[in-house]
């Protein structure tokens, strides 16, 4: 089992970046597939960037590619999701997910962060 608590969420301006963490306060990170998804209130949430457990292997959704990077950290129990060219569109709850599986589906994973907000201002 892990415990996951995200930070880093903010008002930021358009064009700006952010850098989001992801940190497991119980359990070991890096036994685990992460990914972060997003939700705007009233809609789906969305995949957003995934990393696998041992290559580091990453994908993302077509709408933050080249903007968005995902990496880990094992040895501090950490992921990150560095955001670039932060646009209004990108404002939403961001939330870490791990498990065993590498999926672009939210119900695949058991382990779940609080969620950290991010509004980009126009």
């Known amino acids: 089992q892990v415990q996951l608590v995200e930070s880093g969420g903010d008002l930021v301006q358009a064009g700006g970046s952010l850098r989001l963490s992801c940190v497991a306060s119980e359990g070991t990170l890096g036994n685990y597939i992460v990914a972060w998804f997003r939700q705007v209130s009233g809609q789906e949430r969305d995949f957003v960037a995934i990393i696998t457990r041992s290559d580091g292997r990453t994908d993302y959704a077509n709408s933050v590619k080249d903007r968005f990077a995902i990496s880990r950290d094992n040895a501090k129990n950490t992921v990150y999701l560095q955001m670039n060219s932060l646009k209004p569109e990108d404002t939403a709850v961001y939330y870490c997910?791990?498990?065993?599986?590498?999926?672009?589906?939210?119900?695949?994973?058991?382990?779940w962060g609080q969620g950290t907000q991010v509004t980009v201002s126009s």
């Open positions: 997910v791990a498990g065993p599986y590498e999926s672009r589906q939210d119900q695949r994973y058991a382990y």
